[in-house]
């Protein structure tokens, strides 16, 4: 079956970085579209950033744009998401989506990210 397994979650000091990974099995990689997505407490589930099926285009929230990374290696079937100069704003659970085939999306069970000093 298809799963998504999201790593790399933490506290961290404003300021500083995480990587966050997510390891994808159960369908063909390079047939999914990636997504971060964020949820805050009390807040509605967020798109942070996406990457296309072989990582030929990327798109950012906002809120995140010159801060995150987000990449993919098909070899071994993970979606990265580099974070640096970490704000308080930043604390969510982060969830991994593929979108396979443009139609059926899949979700990961989410990594916490927290930013505290």
């Known amino acids: 079956q298809v799963q998504l397994v999201e790593s790399g979650g933490g506290l961290v000091q404003p300021g500083g970085s995480l990587r966050l990974s997510c390891v994808a099995s159960g369908f063909t990689f390079n047939s999914a579209a990636m997504s971060w997505y964020r949820q805050a407490p009390g807040k509605e589930r967020e798109l942070v950033a996406g990457?296309?099926?072989?990582?030929?285009?990327?798109n950012y929230a906002d809120s995140v744009k010159g801060r995150f990374t987000i990449s993919r290696d098909n070899a071994k079937n993970t979606v990265y998401l580099q974070m640096n100069s970490l704000k308080p704003e930043d604390t969510a659970v982060y969830y991994c989506?593929?979108?396979?085939?443009?139609?059926?999306?899949?979700w990961g069970q989410g990594t916490q990210v927290t930013v505290s000093s």
């Open positions: 989506k593929a979108l396979r085939d443009m139609r059926f999306p899949y």
């Open positions: 990457i296309t099926n072989f990582g030929g285009s990327t």
